[in-house]
C-alpha cells in the first residue's frame, strides 16, 4: 500500500504523463526518476507545457508514447537504485 507521501502525487511507483493546458511555452520535459522526487513534481508542472515521468516498475512500453523530436529537457534524477534503473529500465 501506499504511504501519505505517496499519494502526494497521482503517479507514484509509475510512468505518468501531466498536460499543463494553462502555460505558454512548448517545453516538454521527460524525467527519469522514483519516488524521491515526488515533491518537486507540482512545481515543475508549473513550468512545462508536458512532463513524462518514467518510475517505470511495471516495465511498460511508456517510450514509445514519447516523440523524441519534440523534448526540450530531460532529467536522470538517482536515488536509491542501481544507475541502470534511471538510464535504461524506466527508459524501456
Not at 507514484?12 to 518537486?40: A, E, F, W, Y
Not at 511495471?58 to 529537457?73: A, G, H, L, Q, W
Not at 534503473?85 to 524506466?90: D, L
Request: proline fraction near 4%.
Amino acid at each position: 500500500s501506499l504511504t501519505r507521501y505517496h499519494r502526494l502525487f497521482c503517479y507514484p511507483h509509475r510512468c505518468g504523463h501531466i498536460v499543463n493546458k494553462t502555460i505558454n511555452n512548448d517545453r516538454i520535459l521527460v524525467i527519469s526518476c522514483d519516488s524521491q522526487m515526488i515533491p518537486i513534481m507540482p512545481i515543475l508542472a508549473c513550468y512545462f507545457k508536458e512532463i513524462w515521468h518514467l518510475d517505470n516498475r511495471r516495465y511498460k512500453e511508456v517510450i514509445k508514447y514519447i516523440d523524441p523530436s519534440k523534448v526540450t529537457d530531460v532529467v536522470v534524477a538517482g536515488g536509491f537504485n542501481n544507475e541502470e534503473k534511471y538510464t535504461i529500465e524506466n527508459f524501456k
